[in-house]
């Protein structure tokens, strides 16, 4: 005859109360992003430093969040248009969509592969960036927060004309030529879509 053992019993429950609240506090959430979605394009020239600006993006994106903090971002993908970058100089754009091959290659792509989390708020994301057909792998340095649910990101990084096959661009018959070197900097809100619990 088998005996009650109240000290097994509590132990199951104990398990089981842990489980769930591992779950609870641990919950993988689909977001896309949301509002104003701002990223610009810096550069230099032989005439003066220049600013091209794009606020049309499609993204989504799969995150990990424990309480208010973003833990982990497990995929995430953003599209914008070549021809919605801007400089508000009609006849740069012409040059910049040109470079660009905007015509053929509509689309600027970046697909994360991995997210890591520093300290502070801060992250490495690592991801493929396609422009004008080339892909090549680029690293964003992100600064993250959260605030009613959405999830605030900033971030930014160094490219290369050349490393995506460009030339870089002149104008005024040669004499003013752009320099090779860009920076990429962005702003998004990521708004959850749906959320279910981590197992």
């Known amino acids: 005859m088998r005996t009650f053992n109240p000290i097994k019993l509590i132990s199951v429950f104990s398990i089981l109360l842990g489980l769930s609240f591992g779950n609870t506090l641990l919950a993988q959430t689909q977001f896309q992003l949301a509002g104003k979605t701002e990223l610009k394009v810096n550069g230099t020239s032989t005439l003066h430093d220049w600013e091209m600006t794009s606020a049309q993006a499609q993204g989504k994106a799969e995150m990990i969040l424990e ?7 497990k995929s995430a993908s953003v599209t914008l248009k070549t021809q919605s970058i801007k400089s508000g100089t009609a006849k740069m754009d012409d040059i910049a969509y040109e470079t660009l091959k905007a015509n053929k290659f509509t689309d600027i792509v970046f697909t994360l592969t991995s997210f890591r989390a520093l300290d502070n708020n801060r992250a490495l994301a690592v991801g493929n960036l396609t422009i004008a057909g080339t892909t090549k792998p680029v690293t964003f340095n992100v600064e993250t927060s959260t605030k009613s649910g959405v999830v605030q990101m900033t971030g ?9 096959g460009i030339k870089p661009p002149t104008a005024l018959l040669g004499t003013v030529k752009t320099g090779n070197d860009l920076k990429l900097s962005f702003k998004a809100s990521f708004q959850p879509t749906a959320s279910y619990t981590k197992n």
């Open 156 to 164: 930014e990084t160094n490219i290369k004309f050349t490393e995506f």
């Open 67 to 73: 309480g208010t903090t973003l833990k982990n971002v």
